[in-house]
């Protein structure tokens, strides 16, 4: 089942939000720091799961060390991406091709540049909003 979401969240990046490059965390939550995540060979291996996949979180980090021209990231929603708020900033900070964040948010996009995240220009609340789960049905009992 995690591996049809994953895959279908690669095609949403790519089909909604025409992004050229999905890059997947298989093992890891969005509460683990980015720089840490798929660090072992075998979630290397997984990422060859999903078709176009380009591989993971650490293949993202090399590109964004390596690569010389702007990168805009495209995430599906803010807390999918990750939910510290401090280890963003530390991403944005430490790579200077990282100049724009896009989320997806249902029906819109919602644009961040790269100065408002280091600067928290009211920033952090919208990494900060994985709330509990819902009571759906709760029944009161009167006598």
Known sequence: MRVQLLQ??????????????????PRHSASMPLNKRDEKADSQLKADMW?????????????????MKS???????????????????????AYKQAVEIVVDIEF??????????????????KFNCRIGQRKRSRSLITN
Do not use: E, P, W
């Open 51 to 67: 078709s176009h996949c380009a591989r993971t979180t650490q293949d993202l980090l090399h590109r964004l060390r390596t690569n």
């Open 108 to 125: 819109s996009f919602d644009m961040t540049s790269r100065s408002d995240i280091l600067n928290d220009n009211g920033v952090s609340n």
């Open 71 to 93: 990168i805009r990231l495209v995430v599906i929603d803010y807390a999918g991406f990750s939910t510290d708020f401090g280890d963003v900033q530390f991403l944005f900070n």
């Open 8 to 25: 279908s969240m690669i095609n949403k990046l790519r089909d909604r939000c025409l992004a050229r490059k999905a890059y997947v965390s």
